[in-house]
Structure formats: structure tokens, C-alpha cells
């Protein structure tokens, strides 16, 4: 199932480029990834890292309670997995390459994913 909910963000400290992300403290006033999309659920996913960024779509595997980055949208690393080095903030979110909604004249509008 995809799911995709309000304000979710842990730190990590997982180092290199690697297809999985484990995940470590809930930022306070926050929810964990465990608890907002669940066991074996895909979600879309910001890593922050330094002056580094990537956005794209996970998996939650609650074993090691990690993300997996399966499909990056975009990120500061040529569209590529970036490297990571320390901590790293992780969070929920929602691109503005898939969005949709409805405009005032009640038309629903959104855009063309890139990828």
C-alpha cells in the first residue's frame, strides 16, 4: 500500500550510498515512519544531508526499522541516491512533481512527473 502522512521525521546516521536508510530518533512533536506508514507500506521520502538533498518513494521495513530509497525523484547527486556522511534528517513528504488538487474554480489540475 502507499500512504502518505503529516509531519514524520527521524535522524539517521547510516553512511555511503546504499538502497536502505535505517532509521534512529522521531524529531520531538513528530511521528515515527513505523507508526505514520507502517509495516511494508511505500511512502514518499526527503533525506537531508549536509548541503545534500534527495526526494523520492521508499519502503518501511519495521525489522530494522529502515526506508528503503527505491526510486529517487530527484536529489542533489545527478537525480542519484546521494552519499550520506553523519546525520541525516528524514522525513515524509509530498513533491510537487505529483501533486494534485483542485483550483478555485473547482478544475483539478496537477503536473507531468519527470522522471
Same mark, same amino acid.
Given at each position: 500500500?502507499?500512504? /502518505? ?5 527521524? @535522524?539517521?546516521?547510516?553512511?555511503? $550510498?546504499?538502497?536502505? +536508510? /535505517? *532509521? ?7 511521528? %515515527?515512519? @513505523? ?7 511505500? #511512502?514518499?521520502? #526527503? +533525506? ?6 534527495? +526526494? ?8 530494522? $526499522?529502515? *526506508?528503503?530509497?527505491?526510486? /529517487? =525523484?530527484?536529489?542533489?547527486? !545527478?537525480?542519484?541516491? +546521494? $552519499? =550520506? =556522511?553523519?546525520? !541525516?534528517?528524514?522525513?515524509? #513528504?509530498?513533491?510537487? #512533481?505529483? !501533486? ?8 483539478? %489540475? ?6
Amino acid at each position: 500500500m502507499f500512504t /502518505v502522512q503529516d509531519r514524520v521525521k527521524e @535522524s539517521s546516521i547510516t553512511e555511503g $550510498n546504499g538502497k536502505v +536508510i /535505517v *532509521l534512529n530518533d522521531t524529531f520531538g512533536g513528530f511521528t %515515527s515512519f @513505523s507508526q505514520a506508514v507502517g509495516s511494508g507500506n511505500s #511512502t514518499f521520502y #526527503t +533525506i537531508e544531508n549536509n548541503q545534500n538533498y534527495e +526526494i523520492g518513494i521508499g519502503r518501511y521495513d519495521p525489522s530494522n $526499522n529502515s *526506508l528503503s530509497r527505491d526510486v /529517487v =525523484l530527484e536529489s542533489t547527486s !545527478s537525480n542519484d541516491r +546521494i $552519499n =550520506l =556522511l553523519g546525520v !541525516s534528517v528524514v522525513f515524509g #513528504t509530498y513533491p510537487g #512533481t505529483h !501533486s494534485f488538487f483542485v483550483n478555485d474554480e473547482g478544475y483539478a %489540475s496537477g503536473q507531468q512527473p519527470y522522471y
